[in-house]
């Protein structure tokens, strides 16, 4: 059996997966290099983090710019933090970062006997040619990580609920102006401050106010009756009222790199019966996949408890490329995903979707779609328990009438 550690590696401000296991971050090439025994390193500064958790009979090595050394030292995972410098090969370090960065894992490995590195999905070649040059092995595990990162900790349920709670507030406010605004002859929407609402618009004040609040924000949906069919239309143009008009937003905080996920719908004015029965359906819908959700459930199990509350309506499900998608106001997307510094990993709760652990982290937003009514879609963040599971909002309200909230 050859000696074997295991290797994360890349650049924490790209890969999450390196984040997540360094739990610090920098725009450098930086590597975690993991032991399943007592490893001493003599080149290499001991933490002073004292919640470092690197588990008992364990060895964490970080190896990352010099720079960056006595900051990691007191807030970075691992036992012993390092630079590329203290582990030159006798040829030398390259002159590129990244490179040199490769260069002393593989010297690192190298002194320590290891015969054997195990690597995720995420791992750049670089480190798998360095590696090779001093005659190490690597291999590919496809799995490594998943379930780790799945499980979230104290401070990671944290971090999201944060961002879910900033989340929201944009929504809240976002819906609030739409809510407010006044119709001009043709329909279109004014906000109180004389401005004509348009998705880009609300799109830019979503943005000023997740700005203001911490967060980088991708684009956020904000579709109208035109574009809310398409489930994953950012959407364009002016905005009527009597429309349905979806709110999905999804920002990072810029601190922690932890992502938020909320969806509501907002119609300003008269609410039609159709919209009213659609959000009535969508809503017993979420609640039926929530009380569903628990440690050793399934993805599809949770997604086919939607399905059936939705039919009980006389909705229910199409995958998008079929007639009555095109037809019908039907779900024509899974249940929901995981998230976490990702807005979307693992897991699904869709068809074949894995079973639950404890500290997934998970959205549920059952949505209905029509190319004739457009579209409406209620999202949440939940945490998942033992038992059940835990919104990580407010939560926020359910409802198309957000003219007093």
């Known amino acids: 059996m050859p000696k074997t550690a295991y290797l994360t590696a890349g650049v924490p401000t790209v890969s999450a997966t390196l984040y997540w296991k360094m739990r610090f971050l920098v725009g450098d090439p930086a590597a975690v290099l993991e032991f399943n025994e007592e490893v001493s390193f003599p080149n290499a500064k001991p933490s002073v983090n004292p919640n470092r958790k690197t588990a008992p ?192 937003v999804f920002p990072m905080n810029k601190s922690t790199l932890y992502n938020g996920d909320c969806t509501r719908t907002v119609v300003h004015g008269e609410i039609q019966p159709i919209y009213a029965k659609m959000l009535e359906a969508i809503c017993a819908a979420k609640a039926a996949a929530t009380a569903t959700i628990r440690a050793g459930v399934d993805g599809e199990t949770v997604h086919r408890a939607t399905i059936k509350a939705l039919e009980s309506y006389g909705f229910g499900y199409a995958a998008p490329d079929t007639e009555e998608a095109q037809t019908q106001i039907r779900l024509t997307h899974g249940t929901g995903h995981g998230l976490g510094l990702s807005i979307h990993e693992p897991p699904l709760l869709d068809f074949r979707g894995p079973e639950l652990v404890v500290g997934d982290v998970v959205s549920v937003e059952p949505g209905l779609y029509s190319k004739e009514f457009g579209g409406i879609r209620v999202e949440d963040i939940v945490t998942v328990t033992e038992d059940g599971c835990v919104n990580l909002g407010s939560p926020l309200p359910e409802t198309l009438d957000w003219l007093n909230l």
């Open 57 to 248: 009979n364990q060895t964490r090595l970080l190896i990352l710019r010099d720079i960056e050394n006595e900051r990691a030292r007191a807030a970075a995972l691992a036992d012993y933090i390092a630079c590329p410098a203290d582990f030159a090969p006798q040829t030398g370090l390259s002159g590129d970062r990244e490179v040199a960065t490769a260069q002393s894992v593989a010297e690192a490995f190298r002194r320590a006997g290891v015969e054997l590195v195990i690597s995720d999905r995420t791992l750049p070649l670089i480190y798998v040619a360095e590696l090779k040059n001093v005659g190490i092995a690597c291999e590919c595990d496809v799995n490594r990580g998943i379930i780790e990162r799945r499980s979230k900790d104290a401070q990671e349920l944290e971090y999201i609920h944060e961002a879910q709670l900033a989340t929201e507030e944009a929504i809240r406010q976002a819906c609030v102006r739409i809510a407010t605004a006044s119709p001009d002859a043709q329909g279109r929407l004014v906000a109180s401050d004389g401005e004509l609402l348009t998705s880009d618009n609300m799109r830019r004040f979503i943005d000023r106010t997740l700005l203001d609040a911490g967060y980088q924000n991708v684009p956020s949906i904000v579709a109208g009756r035109k574009d809310g069919g398409d489930c994953h239309n950012y959407g364009s143009g002016y905005l009527y009222t009597g429309e349905p008009i979806i709110i999905d």
